[in-house]
C-alpha cells in the first residue's frame, strides 16, 4: 500500500490516535520478524561516537517513542538509533487530550504533550529488553508537580534509575510544554548540568559501565547572541554534547494563525536549527557530540545538518509528512545510492 493512500486513512484520524494505531502495528510487525529480517535493505554506515557504535547517523528523535515500546520498529524503519522519552521519575498522563495536531499546508505538527509517559522504573522495564545492537538514548524531563527549584531531584533520579539501560542522555531543558522547564537554560543550568555529569562519572565507575555520554537538548527560541554563552556554560558543565533543537512557540509569519499553545514541529525548525548547530560546533570543537534535529524531510535537509557539522541528525515530523519509506530514502542517497534533490 502507497504511503499516500496510508496517510489519507491515518489523517482522517485525530492526530494521537492515528500515531498511536501506526506505531502500535508496526512495532508488533517489526518484532515479530528476526533481527536479520528486521534490518534487511537498511543502510549500514556505521559510525563512532563517544564509544558508542552507530549503525548510521539518522535517528529517531524524542517524543515519538516515550514508553520504550517502539524499537523494533524504530530499528524496522532504518534508523541508525532512537531517542525514547521524555520520561520523568513518576509516570504522569500529561496535558488532556486533544494534544496534538497536524497541519498538511505547513507539513508541521503542534504537540503541547506534557511529558506523559510511564515513568523511569516502568522504562527500564522496557528497555530490559531492547535490541543489543541499536544505541538508545534517553530523554530525561522532570515531573509537572516537582517544583522548578527541585528539577534537578528528578533529572537526578532519572539519571540514576536508567543508567545502565540508555547508550546516552539528553537532558531536556527546553519542552514549551512543562511550565518554567525553559528557565532552566537561562538560570542554573551550570549547576543542574555539573550535578547530572557529576552522577554520570559516579554511576558508571559504582556500576563498573562505560560512561554514558550527557548531552542537553536546546530550545530554537532563545536570544541568537546567547547560544555560544549558553553552550560554554555547558561546556564547562562537563556536558558531552548538544541536541539543536525542540519545538519552536514562535508563530513567525506564515504560522501567525496557528494557535499559540504548545510546540510547533517540522520546516520552519529546520534553517535555524542548521544554524545552530553550526555556531555549537563552532563553540565546542571536535569533540562534542552534535545531533541535529528540526524540519528533515529529504536528503537534502539531513545533508544541511552534517554540513553544518552535526555528527547525528534526528527526525519526527518529516515520519508523519513523508512516511516509512524516508529514512530509506535519506540514508541511501547519503550512501550515493542516488542524486542529491
Ligand atoms: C508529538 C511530539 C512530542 C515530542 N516530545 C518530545 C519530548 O518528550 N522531548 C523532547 O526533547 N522533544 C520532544 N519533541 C520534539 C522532537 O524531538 C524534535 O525536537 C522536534 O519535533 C523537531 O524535529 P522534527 O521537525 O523532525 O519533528 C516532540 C515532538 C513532537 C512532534
Known amino acids: ?39 534487511m535493505g537498511v543502510c549500514e554506515a556505521p559510525v563512532e561516537f563517544k564509544g558508542i557504535r552507530f549503525p548510521n547517523r539518522l535517528g529517531l528523535a524524542a517524543g515519538f517513542d516515550k514508553k520504550g515500546h517502539f524499537l523494533c520498529g524504530a530499528q524496522a524503519l532504518g534508523f541508525g538509533f532512537t531517542e525514547v522519552g521524555a520520561v520523568t521519575p513518576k509516570g504522569q498522563p500529561g496535558h488532556p487530550k486533544p494534544r496534538m495536531w497536524r497541519y498538511p499546508e505547513h507539513r508541521a505538527v503542534r504537540n503541547k504533550m506534557g511529558f506523559n509517559n510511564p515513568g523511569a522504573w516502568a522504562l527500564a522495564r522496557a528497555l530490559s529488553h531492547r535490541p543489543s545492537d541499536f544505541p538508545v538514548g534517553i530523554n530525561l524531563g522532570k515531573n509537572a508537580t516537582t517544583p522548578l527549584e527541585k528539577a534537578g531531584d528528578d533529572y537526578q533520579a532519572c539519571l540514576e534509575t536508567l543508567y545502565g539501560y540508555a547508550d546516552f542522555f539528553v537532558v531536556n531543558v527546553s519542552s514549551p510544554n512543562t511550565e518554567g522547564l525553559r528557565n532552566l537554560q ?18 558508571a565507575e559504582q556500576f563498573e559501565l562505560k560512561a554514558r555520554p550527557v548531552l542537553v537538548k ?29 519545538t519552536t512557540s514562535k508563530r513567525d509569519d506564515q504560522y501567525a494563525l496557528i494557535p499559540a499553545e504548545g510546540g510547533l514541529s517540522g520546516p520552519m525548525l529546520h534553517d535555524h536549527a542548521v544554524d545552530m548547530v553550526r555556531e555549537l560546533r563552532q563553540v565546542a570543537g571536535s569533540e562534542s ?37 524516508l529514512v530509506r530514502k535519506i540514508l541511501k542517497q547519503a550512501a550515493g545510492y542516488g542524486r542529491a534533490q
Open 218 to 246: 536546546l530550545s530554537p527560541d532563545g536570544p541568537a547572541e546567547s547560544l555560544s554563552a549558553l553552550a560554554e556554560t555547558a561546556l564547562e558543565a562537563g556536558i558531552d554534547g548538544f541536541v539543536a533543537a525542540n
Open 186 to 203: 537561562e538560570s542554573g543550568l551550570d549547576k543542574l548540568l555539573s550535578r547530572l555529569t557529576q552522577r554520570s562519572a559516579e554511576l
Open 289 to 325: 557530540l552534535i545531533i541535529g534535529c528540526g524540519g528533515v524531510r529529504s536528503p537534502q535537509t539531513y545533508q544541511n545538518f552534517l554540513d553544518a557539522g552535526a555528527n547525528l541528525v534526528q527526525l519526527y515530523t518529516g515520519l508523519v509528512y513523508e512516511g516509512p519509506g
Open 1 to 39: 500500500m502507497s504511503y499516500t493512500f496510508l496517510r489519507k486513512l491515518l489523517f482522517m484520524l485525530e492526530a494521537e490516535t492515528a500515531h498511536t494505531l501506526a506505531s502500535q502495528s508496526f512495532e508488533t510487525l517489526a518484532s515479530c520478524l528476526p533481527a536479520s529480517l528486521r534490518r
